[in-house]
Nanobody, 124 residues
Framework: QVQLVESGGGLVQAGGSLRLSCAAS?????????MGWSRQAPGKEREFVAG????????YYAESVKGRFTISRDNAKSTVYLQMNSLKPEDTAVYYC????????????????WGQGTQVTVSS
Protein backbone atom coordinates (compact mmCIF):
# COMPACT_ATOMS: atom_id res chain seq x y z
CA GLN A 1 0.00 0.00 0.00
CA VAL A 2 1.08 3.55 -0.77
CA GLN A 3 -0.49 6.65 0.69
CA LEU A 4 -0.12 9.80 -1.39
CA VAL A 5 -0.83 13.32 -0.20
CA GLU A 6 -0.78 16.22 -2.64
CA SER A 7 -0.26 19.86 -1.75
CA GLY A 8 0.51 23.15 -3.43
CA GLY A 9 -2.64 23.76 -5.42
CA GLY A 10 -4.41 27.09 -5.47
CA LEU A 11 -5.57 30.03 -7.52
CA VAL A 12 -3.16 31.72 -9.90
CA GLN A 13 -3.43 34.15 -12.79
CA ALA A 14 -2.71 33.07 -16.33
CA GLY A 15 1.01 33.14 -16.98
CA GLY A 16 1.82 32.40 -13.37
CA SER A 17 3.45 29.41 -11.73
CA LEU A 18 2.65 26.81 -9.10
CA ARG A 19 4.59 23.90 -7.66
CA LEU A 20 2.70 20.81 -6.61
CA SER A 21 4.15 18.32 -4.16
CA CYS A 22 3.13 14.76 -3.42
CA ALA A 23 4.43 13.05 -0.30
CA ALA A 24 4.37 9.26 -0.28
CA SER A 25 4.36 6.81 2.58
CA UNK A 26 4.72 3.10 1.98
CA UNK A 27 6.12 -0.07 3.38
CA UNK A 28 8.32 -0.27 0.29
CA UNK A 29 11.16 1.98 -0.72
CA UNK A 30 9.91 5.06 -2.59
CA UNK A 31 12.29 4.35 -5.45
CA UNK A 32 10.36 1.11 -6.09
CA UNK A 33 7.65 3.24 -7.67
CA UNK A 34 7.38 5.20 -10.85
CA MET A 35 5.38 8.35 -10.19
CA GLY A 36 3.04 10.52 -12.18
CA TRP A 37 0.57 13.34 -12.26
CA SER A 38 -2.80 13.31 -13.93
CA ARG A 39 -5.58 15.88 -13.92
CA GLN A 40 -9.32 16.06 -14.34
CA ALA A 41 -11.29 19.13 -15.29
CA PRO A 42 -15.04 19.38 -14.67
CA GLY A 43 -16.99 17.36 -17.21
CA LYS A 44 -13.85 15.88 -18.76
CA GLU A 45 -12.04 12.59 -18.53
CA ARG A 46 -8.93 12.23 -16.42
CA GLU A 47 -5.85 13.21 -18.43
CA PHE A 48 -2.26 12.09 -18.07
CA VAL A 49 0.06 15.05 -17.40
CA ALA A 50 3.56 13.81 -16.57
CA GLY A 51 5.44 10.74 -15.42
CA UNK A 52 8.87 9.99 -14.00
CA UNK A 53 10.62 6.68 -13.59
CA UNK A 54 12.09 5.22 -10.44
CA UNK A 55 15.38 7.14 -10.42
CA UNK A 56 14.38 10.13 -12.57
CA UNK A 57 16.29 8.75 -15.55
CA UNK A 58 13.25 9.18 -17.79
CA UNK A 59 10.33 11.58 -17.86
CA TYR A 60 7.30 11.77 -20.10
CA TYR A 61 4.84 14.60 -20.69
CA ALA A 62 1.51 15.20 -22.33
CA GLU A 63 1.84 17.38 -25.39
CA SER A 64 -0.39 20.00 -23.81
CA VAL A 65 2.12 20.67 -21.01
CA LYS A 66 5.45 19.93 -22.66
CA GLY A 67 7.86 22.82 -22.22
CA ARG A 68 5.79 24.38 -19.42
CA PHE A 69 5.63 21.68 -16.74
CA THR A 70 8.51 19.78 -15.13
CA ILE A 71 8.19 16.65 -13.04
CA SER A 72 10.90 15.74 -10.56
CA ARG A 73 11.38 13.56 -7.53
CA ASP A 74 13.44 13.39 -4.37
CA ASN A 75 13.75 9.76 -3.31
CA ALA A 76 15.34 10.73 0.02
CA LYS A 77 12.19 12.71 0.86
CA SER A 78 9.73 10.28 -0.78
CA THR A 79 8.28 13.21 -2.67
CA VAL A 80 7.44 13.95 -6.27
CA TYR A 81 6.97 17.47 -7.62
CA LEU A 82 5.26 19.14 -10.54
CA GLN A 83 6.56 22.59 -11.41
CA MET A 84 3.98 24.35 -13.54
CA ASN A 85 4.96 27.50 -15.40
CA SER A 86 3.17 29.68 -17.94
CA LEU A 87 -0.15 28.43 -16.66
CA LYS A 88 -3.22 28.75 -18.83
CA PRO A 89 -6.93 28.74 -17.92
CA GLU A 90 -7.23 25.35 -19.61
CA ASP A 91 -4.83 23.93 -17.00
CA THR A 92 -7.59 24.37 -14.42
CA ALA A 93 -8.32 20.95 -12.93
CA VAL A 94 -7.92 18.72 -9.94
CA TYR A 95 -4.41 17.32 -10.07
CA TYR A 96 -3.78 13.79 -8.84
CA CYS A 97 -0.51 12.18 -7.88
CA UNK A 98 -0.18 8.48 -8.66
CA UNK A 99 2.26 5.65 -8.11
CA UNK A 100 2.93 2.27 -9.64
CA UNK A 101 5.84 -0.11 -9.94
CA UNK A 102 5.45 0.12 -13.74
CA UNK A 103 6.32 3.33 -15.61
CA UNK A 104 4.18 2.40 -18.60
CA UNK A 105 1.19 1.93 -16.30
CA UNK A 106 1.66 5.49 -15.03
CA UNK A 107 1.49 6.80 -18.59
CA UNK A 108 -1.67 4.76 -19.25
CA UNK A 109 -3.36 6.36 -16.20
CA UNK A 110 -3.74 2.89 -14.70
CA UNK A 111 -1.62 3.30 -11.61
CA UNK A 112 -2.42 1.24 -8.55
CA UNK A 113 -2.24 4.15 -6.13
CA TRP A 114 -3.76 7.61 -6.26
CA GLY A 115 -3.89 10.62 -4.02
CA GLN A 116 -7.00 12.62 -3.16
CA GLY A 117 -6.10 15.45 -5.51
CA THR A 118 -5.38 19.15 -5.22
CA GLN A 119 -7.30 21.89 -7.03
CA VAL A 120 -5.50 24.19 -9.45
CA THR A 121 -7.45 27.14 -10.79
CA VAL A 122 -6.00 29.48 -13.40
CA SER A 123 -7.85 32.73 -13.94
CA SER A 124 -7.71 34.62 -17.23
Amino acid sequence: QVQLVESGGGLVQAGGSLRLSCAASSGRTFSSYAMGWSRQAPGKEREFVAGIDWFAASTYYAESVKGRFTISRDNAKSTVYLQMNSLKPEDTAVYYCNADTSFSTIIRKAADYWGQGTQVTVSS
